[in-house]
């Protein structure tokens, strides 16, 4: 993930994806994906997981804007209709909108286009922000 000082967090997952950081302010996020072969499923076009991270990532930063020391957070609960395929080689953009935030959650929405304006996917999202990391070890202490 491009600018990760200004997304304030090192997600391997994310940069393995490939996510560029574009803006996040005022509860509104935006990033984006170019389209390649290793997010594609079986047909051929972008896979469902690909998407939801996008939507993820774009509401979460969207939430933690509001309050840039409010720390990590968590997704509590995601909602995702997917509305039309993401084609191979297109970019994707996804923006994210924290709608309200309490002192511990965020409650957004966001929506993934692709470079045509096209809509792929909508989702909701409910965010809890925590101060402090989980631990590092693994659940079982080993």
């Known amino acids: ?42 047909w051929n076009v972008a896979h469902g997981g690909v998407i939801m991270t996008l939507l993820d990532v774009a509401m979460a930063v969207a939430g933690r804007s509001l309050d840039p020391g409010a720390g990590g957070g968590v997704t509590v609960e995601m909602k995702t209709s997917f509305v039309q395929p993401g084609f191979a080689g297109s970019r994707l953009t996804a923006s994210g909108h924290a709608f309200h935030r309490s002192s511990t959650m965020a409650f957004c ?34």
Not at 5 to 24: H, K, M, Q, S, Y
Not at 126 to 132: E, M
Request: net charge negative; aromatic share 6%; charged share 25%.
């Open 1 to 42: 993930m491009t600018a990760p000082t200004a997304f304030r967090a090192d997600i391997p997952f994310v940069n393995d994806l490939g996510v560029e950081f574009l803006a996040a302010d005022a509860g509104r996020a935006t990033i984006a994906l170019q389209l390649h072969a290793r997010h594609l499923n079986s």
């Open 109 to 142: 929405e966001g929506e993934v286009r692709d470079e045509t304006g096209r809509l792929i996917a909508r989702s909701m999202g409910t965010f809890k922000y925590i101060r402090q990391r989980p631990s590092d070890q693994p659940a079982d202490g080993q």
